[in-house]
């Protein structure tokens, strides 16, 4: 698996995985009815650098990388991951966040944060741990789940 | 005390505030050599309302309050509050908050959110938890004080 920057011309194949994400509501904080333009300016935003995992000519998964704050918190990158949903549980996301955290490394960050991991994506929060991720915090009722109701939000944090 | 929207000619007094926070560093995550004019745009940007709380004719302290997230984490609100260091001590800081409080409750919001206070910034800590919020997570060396170094940053949650 490749894992590439995200050029312009890739905005298809990224839609085609974010778009099915957004519209399910069940992991982002994103809304649900956010136009295709509108989710890949989000994605692709010029605050961020926004990468591709491809595999045969194929993309399978994209996560974008950003400075979490400005000024004195400029040293803790934040990362979002999205993964084909035909593609899961072949290590889509383990791979792009390795990536990630040795990308983020290379930029000189000092520590990655997920301001909010819902809290019954519980694949996801395994995930992050075995990859050396701590619950930072919890936030309580912080995110409607379309099915679950409210559920509690985690921060998650490692330095790297 | 009056709390009321910010309006466009509050600008200069508004950024003779913010002004010394940001140049400070010490308490907000900002790029401390952010123009004037950048840090109005973010402190009275469109996707938050903007209050200065004025006395006498005199502008004493400001905050905006947004939406923490999107989507179904958007009935999180989120604040941040700067105060004129000349009016340090006379309750300026927690009127703005019980105003923000209130102000959150009618917009629907359930519950508020504080991203990132640094953790050195004790007497703001203090003044959070007596208004009810709980130190909800802990980021570690998250943030650069420019006197005190890598210190860690708080988030902190109460429901409303």
Chains 1, 2 share one sequence.
């Not at 590439?4 to 298809?12: E, Q, V």
């Not at 992991?27 to 989000?42: F, H, I, K, V």
């Not at 915090?137 to 330095?159: C, I, N, S, T």
């Amino acid at each position: 698996m490749l894992i590439r920057p995200a050029r312009k011309d890739d905005a298809a194949a990224i839609w085609s995985i974010i778009g099915p994400v957004v519209r399910a509501g069940e992991t982002y904080a994103l809304p649900r009815g956010m136009s295709e333009q509108d989710a890949l300016a989000y994605w692709m935003a010029a605050d961020r650098e926004t990468f591709v995992a491809e595999d045969e000519g194929r993309i399978h998964g994209t996560y974008y990388l950003r400075a979490n704050q400005f000024g004195g918190g400029d040293h803790v990158a934040n990362c979002g991951y999205m993964t084909d949903a035909a593609a899961a549980g072949r290590g889509v996301a383990r791979a792009m966040c390795g990536h990630s955290l040795a990308h983020a490394r290379s930029r000189g960050f000092k520590a990655m944060q997920f301001n909010f991991v819902v809290s019954t994506n519980e694949r996801a929060v395994r995930l992050w741990q075995s990859l050396g991720f701590e619950i930072a915090g919890r936030l309580l009722k912080a995110f409607r789940h379309p099915v679950k109701g409210e559920v509690d939000a985690l921060v998650m944090f490692r330095a790297i």
